[in-house]
């Protein structure tokens, strides 16, 4: 198996009175595209924002190969875009991660070219569209050059366009040598862009395999359960 | 970053424009004096005060209460010179060493205003006790300063005199404002009230409504106006100088003579009277 | 003709004639209200911002106290100031009561809560849709309130402009740390209520008019540029 990217030990979260991730242990696999899957209110969300290091478990620790936590960025099902314009959005999360003053600008453009943004720069953020904007918070995120990238259902709120486009850009950062950590609950989307499934159930791991066995044949009754159930829908 | 810079500096512009000009004040020569209503309201210092500043370049900044509220005023030291008309709470004033010296500069009279209906049956007397006497036999609306000004101090002798027990009346008819002339004038106005009033006030005084004259000329409505140095030992910034150039000035001919100039529709308001 | 109609002719007569003594005390007022308002914003606004992004004990009680301070009454702020500035009060040796100066500082510490409270309102409201994104990229706390007070101007415009309607129309404080001096602290407010004193209810109501087309041309103006600016930003 691969390198490990990092390890979940024992993971426990507590909201309100209710546990939404309990005892979960799973190590991820670096360079790899590791897709979250489950129903909604699995705890897919929560469970990513415990690696990203926006929520702070109960219990339990989130462990990173090499001791400390690498360069990471995360992207969020609706984009947060600043009220300025698409390249300032970009030199602002570069400033942020200590970025020199004198290398924002290129660097931000550079990674504008490489998502087909360019001519958007001095555009400002708040006037485009959803898909456009989903885009630019890919490329405000592969700017800061992230060892692992999380998607927290990126391509939800957008048309099966712009989801495309999405799904394209991420497959280029992935080749780029970015781990990938990403939830969703789109089947096809899982298909189509995941190496690896972490099937999550009731804040629990249910399933954590290849993705070419997870669909060939599901070793759990919940991840059957959903994919019959996901794709009775479809 | 370029965005905030930009609006940091624009805004520390502003900043200077806007503290440039009330500062500028500051360096003017100038004296502040604590005075009443009836003296600004009646527009004798509008009249009065351009002559002084032409002559001695020293600008003079009137602010305009009522008698004991000018006299509490000049006690924190927050005037140089007190122009007003009460004169047992002025000889108070210099006794506790606040003031140097007093001096009478000017007199004008009370007058009862009333409505021309003249419920209490008032009007055309010379005796203004009787009158008080009288509505408060009516029970006729009367509206008070109520606010321990010259006026109100004067009306308060008078109701005492009147044979009124207590510190004033009683009873729905007596409403005490707590308010300036003016203010008590337009209560008066729109209450068709009698009330008491300095004639300078009343003549400048343009929502009268039914409003008129019913008493006056009796003795007992002289109205004396003094005029006091802040003591400069209880306040060490008084400006001394210019403050008593100020008062050599009022009581001064050329003072007396510009008071005496004041007219409204050919009347006169004030009466200068300064100890020669 | 009825006071009102009289008043209107009055107004138009003073506007048309460019009367000096209206001109100054236009501009005064302006002045000292505007002054005010620059001060309280600088302090008024970062304040709202801190109280809206930062986490500290007694953030609660603090965000109540801000709200209940903008009801402040103008004479009591204006009676404290006087205290305060009188010869006989502490800061007595500035000789600043009866200045534009002491205007100013009524009428800050008038409208500063007011600035605060509604900012750390708007701010507050941002920093719900953007906590996350900005912590992904790791913004400070500080650096948060920093941006989101950018991020939301257009809508801190409007808070801004609140300030400056209290500042201008308010008589109770400038009345007494002014003390209504002609030529020196005579203010649109205090001009009216001296003209009401005198009776001279027509040009009382004269000015009146003119101060609610003033404070009328400021936000349409303010109301203008915000509009333009959003469209143009989004």
Redo the contacts between chains.
Sequence with gaps: MAEALLTLEALRFDAGGHTLIDSVSARIAALRRTVILGPNGAGKSVLM?LM?G?LEPVSGRVHWSGGKAPVQ??V?QRP?????SVL?NLT??L???GVA?GERRTRAMDVLQRVGLAHLASR?????SGGEQQRVALARAWALRPAVLFLDEPTASLDPGASAEVERLIGVIAADGCSIVMSTHNLGQARRLADDILFIDSGRIAEHTPAADFFAAPRSAQAEQFIRGELSWT | ?D?IRRSLISAVAAAAVAFASPVSFAAERFITVSSTTSTENSGLFKHLLPVFEAKTGIQVRVVALGTGQALDMARRGDADVVFVHDKKAEEKFIAEGYGVSRQDVMYNDFVLIGPKADPAKVVGGKDITAALTAIRAAQAPFVSRGDKSGTHAAELRLWKAAGVEGDAPTGDWYRSTGSGMGAALNTASSMNAYIMADRGTWLSFKNRGDLTVVVEGDNRLFNQYGVILVNPEKHAHVKKADGQAFIDWVVSAEGQQAIAGYKIGGEQLFFPNAAK | MSTVGESFVTAAGLVVAADPRLLDIVCLSLTVSLSAVFIASCLGLPIGAAIAVGRFPGRRTLTVVLNGLMGLPPVVVGLLVYLLLSRAGPLGALGLLFTPSAMVIAQVVLITPIIAALSRQIVADAWR??E????????STP?AAC?LL?????SLSTAVLAGLGRAVAEVGAVMIVGGNIEGVTRVMTTSIALETSKGDLPLALALGFILIAIVLILNALAHAVREWAVR???
């Design positions: 924002r990203h926006l960025a995360m969020f947060v875009m600043l009220r300025r300032d602002y999360a400033a942020l991660a003053a400002p953020a708040r006037v485009l | 970053m965005m | 849709d953007y996350e994104q900005l912590r992904s990229l790791g913004a650096r941006t950018i991020d939301t101007r257009f143009r930003h989004g």
